[in-house]
């Protein structure tokens, strides 16, 4: 493993310039799902792999030339190549997913070929009648989700929090990112995570893509589907220690339908003043709370309901202009373009942003405020050069990866930003 040019990592908010990510492309364990094992994987629909590597690619390529990227993969077979790192958290997959038969097995595989294992799937073996007749054709299921990766892991200042999983089936995810922060020597990192063996709060639950960090003091939590107010509460207990995060704001969202699974899916900063938002949603204050929580001496010192998160932000001295995911009211395109990622965006710097092709009516708000509107396709071929403007979206095809559910910032968990 190299240990040369160390990341010293650091998320002081959602739009610095981007100088280190961690994505993973998609790969077998996408296709390793069929229509019956679809809504256990917490998909609605079955994956085109191809087509989906296809559109991943654009993004990677986008990324490259912007910053520094680590593939989960790479990461995750150089940290096992440490035989005790191995050994620990094959204990602590094996007891999460409670199937320690399987560990034997494990254990002697070398890095790469275990690497595949642990995120592709185990088959399982049909050497006796009960498995024979076991209509799950995995002993460890393949991680279909896991190219997702802001949900696994996040990051608050310069501490590295692996998320509290929601569901059962994507807990490995973070169990892996647990072991790369905390083995990986490419990291200088404290990491804080929940010990999946011994926590007695069974209904702590979050999730990356409900945090977003707004500046070094002030944070933006979701609460819904994936991450619960005892999961925010475990947080704050968490960074009370620090000087930092002085404001929260948490903000309720529907736990259905799906496409409103994290906060990021209705809520994206593009810039330091500018943000996407799912109007129905996120200013519907009389279906939806919005709280804020303010810390001081290391303490909670005040939790009061207050209008939206706009005017919360305008409260704290930031006055924010919002953009309507699927544009002014029509609310049926808005529907649609929120439930593909419409308003999920990933900045690589101040008004530099990467989002969906498909949702035309959302690039189009943002067009009219000064928003250059670039096909990826055009940028990886030479024919636009970013450099020439001052605000963009580059636009990566999503007919396919939309419709696992997630966007652009989904997809990217980002280890460091300049101020």
Known sequence: MSTSNKIEIGIGSEIGELE???????????????????????????????????????????????????????????????????????????????????????????????????????????????????????????????????????????????????????????????????????????????????????????????????????????????????????????????????????????????????LDMIFSFLDKNTCVIYEPVILNRITYKTVLITIDNKKVKKIETVDNIIMSLKQLGIDIKTIPCGGKNEKLIQEREQWHSGANFFALAPGKVIGYERNIHTNEELNKIGYEIIKATDVINGIADLTKYKNFVVTIEGGELARGGGGPRCMTLPVKRKS
């Open 20 to 262: 280190a990510v961690i994505i993973h492309s998609p790969g077998p364990e996408v296709e390793n799902m069929t229509p019956l094992t679809a809504e256990r994987a917490l998909y609605s629909d079955i994956l085109n792999l191809n087509v989906a590597c296809k559109e991943y690619s654009q993004l990677k390529k986008i990324l490259e030339s912007y910053s520094k990227i680590y593939e989960v993969k790479d990461l995750l077979c150089d940290t096992l190549k440490n035989e005790q790192t191995k050994i620990d958290l094959i204990k602590k997959i094996t007891h999460s997913c409670e199937n320690p038969r399987i560990y034997d097995n494990l254990i002697e595989l070398p890095e790469k070929t275990l690497t595949n294992q642990l995120i592709e799937g185990v088959l399982l073996e049909k050497n006796n009648l009960t498995n024979y007749l076991n209509k799950n054709n995995y002993s460890l299921e393949p991680l279909h989700n896991f190219f997702f990766t802001r949900d696994s892991a996040f990051i608050i200042n310069k501490d590295v929090f692996t998320g509290e999983m929601a569901k059962k089936i994507r807990i490995r995810e973070a169990l892996i990112m647990e072991s790369i922060f905390n083995n990986h020597p490419q990291f200088q990192t404290t990491v804080s995570s929940a010990d999946y063996q011994k926590i007695n709060n069974k209904n702590i639950t979050i999730e990356g893509g409900d945090i977003i960090v707004i500046s070094e003091n002030i944070l933006l939590i979701g609460i819904g589907a994936r991450t619960s107010s005892e999961g925010v509460d475990h947080i704050i207990n968490r960074i009370l220690d620090k000087n930092e995060i002085r404001y929260i704001i948490v903000q309720e969202i529907p736990h259905s339908p799906e496409s409103f699974v994290h």
